[in-house]
């Protein structure tokens, strides 16, 4: 655990924006003491790298924190993203640092490429268009933005809780065919637990996230977690209970 003054010091974010961050609800503290200190753990400063890095990208605080709310928000994939922009960003000073070598060292080169930030601008542009369109811009993502947007530490400690005992539920029936009755139970309560939580989950929205959990290899990765091959039995539950709904 780290105290706000640690987090600010290693992170060079002022103590006073990260209590705005609590405000918000964008960045709560693991726990507060009972003399009121914040303490955060492995898990909060993830979180807070997870900000850090879009707001490099310059997404609004708000944005920020429904694509880290929304269910559907891949952390890995989001990285990858970061590291791509970042690599574009590397290169750019890589080129400015040569050229001033060169004109140290008495060349006379005039060359303009260096100072260009419009690739960056349009990558960066590009990865928002995509970020918006993945975690956001629809119905649900609105709702579930709305809806999160209330939420204090214990709220997100229920509905994580209520993920974690889902999952680990589907895979205690790994052995059991799709169609089991057990199994398409557990698929209508995955339902109302994305439902009650975050946005109404039609069964057209159900089919639809149950297939990116097998067809969508950062989904199948983070879902695996609980359990070898479990994205791809809720991808097979999901499909029946959706064909049985029609």
């Not at 994580?160 to 009755?181: I, M, T, V």
């Not at 637990?193 to 057209?204: A, G, L």
């Amino acid at each position: 655990m780290k105290t706000v003054k640690q987090v600010a010091a290693i992170t060079g974010i002022s103590v006073r924006t990260l209590h705005y961050y609590d405000k918000i609800g964008l960045l709560k503290p693991t726990q507060t003491t009972s003399a009121g200190y914040r303490l955060y753990d492995g898990k909060a400063l993830g979180r807070l790298q997870q900000i850090l890095f879009f707001r490099e990208l310059d997404f609004p605080l708000k944005e920020i924190r429904s694509i880290l709310e929304s269910p559907s928000f891949n952390a890995r994939e989001a990285l990858q993203s970061h590291r791509r922009m970042l690599i574009l960003e590397r290169d750019r000073l890589d080129g400015l640092i040569r050229l001033a070598d060169q004109t140290l060292k008495g060349e006379n080169v005039m060359s303009f490429e260096e100072f260009d930030h419009s690739r960056i601008d349009d990558e960066r542009q590009k990865y928002a268009e995509e970020a918006k369109e993945r975690w956001g811009g629809t119905d649900a993502y609105r709702e579930s933005e709305r809806r999160t947007a209330v939420y204090k530490q214990d709220d997100w400690n229920r509905v994580n809780g209520e993920a974690e005992q889902l999952y680990r539920a589907f895979a205690e029936n790994l052995s059991k065919q799709p169609d089991d009755p057990a199994v398409q139970a557990l698929v209508r309560q995955w339902q109302k637990y994305i439902t009650r939580n975050f946005y109404c989950c039609t069964d057209e929205i159900l089919a639809g996230l149950g297939q990116m959990y097998a067809g969508d290899p950062r989904f199948t990765k983070n879902i695996d977690q609980n359990g070898e091959g479990l994205a791809n039995f809720m991808s097979r539950a999901i499909a029946e209970y959706c064909k049985n709904k029609k």
